[in-house]
């Protein structure tokens, strides 16, 4: 039987050879991306956050130890390796230390996380997945939540290609059509960007910048305020544009699931690739050259391969074999560059 994950088929559709090296080769990068780095690290903090508030009584990692043994993690990477990603550990305790305040009045119940979540698309074909949280909003209908951490928060164009994530909530509602008390009502993108808000920098002549583009927030701003012994009377300009100025480090998304008709022609278009890739997955590995090929994790081995270089070494050097986790794919399906 052919098990597929919403990420898998997401790559098939994106470029043959991707996934040709992904799931037939079953290579990953032994040394993650920055974006990758992040994005896992606040995913495990937003996971144990989340998994506290279900259930308080269990002993588990909070956040800060999360960050704690990630820190002596960072202590021991080589040099180089820490200006590759910068100070990650202090830029993740501020992103999760902003998102936490940002919907600290529009916070959505959790009611569930990291459930498993599989269904059958065809007699041979599997669906499986984990799903990041089950939530229920002010309204008290029930939707399945994704965190999604990305370098910019995509537009509504960009949104389309992942309308796929409509699949999990078909999914979770047809396993559970018995049980009209776990019913999804859809899906929500819970965006996350993975750079912090900029700290404002010190002027020569003194005082802090003021720059109307400056990317950051009403508290980052105030803090540096009082952290360089200002008066914030002489920011109430900046401090009150701040305020009231549209977050852009985060973004929550709501995704209904679409009437039968447009549902049924995704879960077809679905389930099309999904025959291409139980008849064509091991043979077809043609590429799929486009401007944001750099971004993928095989680009080095791809270009290698192009030019008719060694890429035995290159494999050796930069790429491991993977194991088959549904939820690990899933999840660096998550961050986005």
């Known amino acids: 039987m052919l098990i597929v994950s919403q990420s898998r088929v ?3 559709r994106r470029c043959k050879k991707a996934h040709d090296y992904r799931y037939n080769q079953r290579l990953q990068k032994r040394r993650k991306q920055v974006r990758l780095f992040k994005g896992d690290l606040l995913h495990q903090m937003l ?4 998994l506290i508030q279900l259930y308080p009584k269990a002993p588990r990692d909070t956040p800060e130890d999360i960050l704690r043994k990630a820190s002596k993690k ?3 990477m080589l040099k180089e390796e820490k200006e590759l990603y910068g100070d990650i550990i202090d830029d993740c305790r501020r992103i999760f230390e902003a998102y936490n305040r940002r919907y600290e009045e529009d916070r959505l119940t959790p009611i569930s996380s990291e459930e498993w979540c599989s269904t059958l698309l065809a007699p041979e074909i599997q ?3 984990y799903i990041d949280n089950r939530v229920v909003d002010k309204e008290g209908r029930q939707w399945i939540k994704d965190y999604k951490t990305c370098a910019n928060i995509p537009d509504e164009e960009s949104r389309f290609s992942d309308i796929q994530l409509v699949l ?4 979770w509602n047809r396993m559970h059509e018995k049980y009209p008390e776990k019913q999804v009502s859809g899906v ?5 960007r993975t750079k912090p808000p900029t700290i404002p920098e010190v002027l020569v002549k003194g005082g802090l910048t003021k720059r109307k583009d400056i990317d950051t927030d009403h508290f980052t701003y105030l803090k540096a305020i009082k952290d360089n012994g200002l008066s914030p009377k002489k920011y109430t300009d900046i401090l009150g544009m701040l305020k009231e100025k549209k977050s852009t480090g985060f973004q929550r998304v709501k995704y209904p699931l679409p009437p039968k008709k ?24 043609t590429r799929t050259m486009a401007y944001d090929c750099k971004s993928c ?3 080095d081995l791809c270009q290698a391969e192009l030019r008719g270089l060694d890429t035995d070494y290159i494999k050796k050097a930069s790429y491991e074999v993977r194991e088959d986790h549904v939820n690990e794919e899933d999840h660096e399906a998550n961050i986005q560059g």
């Open 168 to 171: 999990y909530a078909w999914a």
């Open 188 to 192: 929500i993108w819970d965006y996350i």
């Open 262 to 285: 447009a549902m049924d022609q995704i879960l077809e278009d679905f389930r099309v690739s999904c025959i291409e890739i139980e008849v064509l997955g091991k043979t077809l590995t």
């Open 297 to 299: 994790e095989f680009f």
């Open 74 to 76: 960072y202590r021991v």
């Open 10 to 12: 997401k790559k098939w």
């Open 127 to 129: 669906f499986d997945g």
């Open 47 to 50: 996971s144990a956050q989340t």
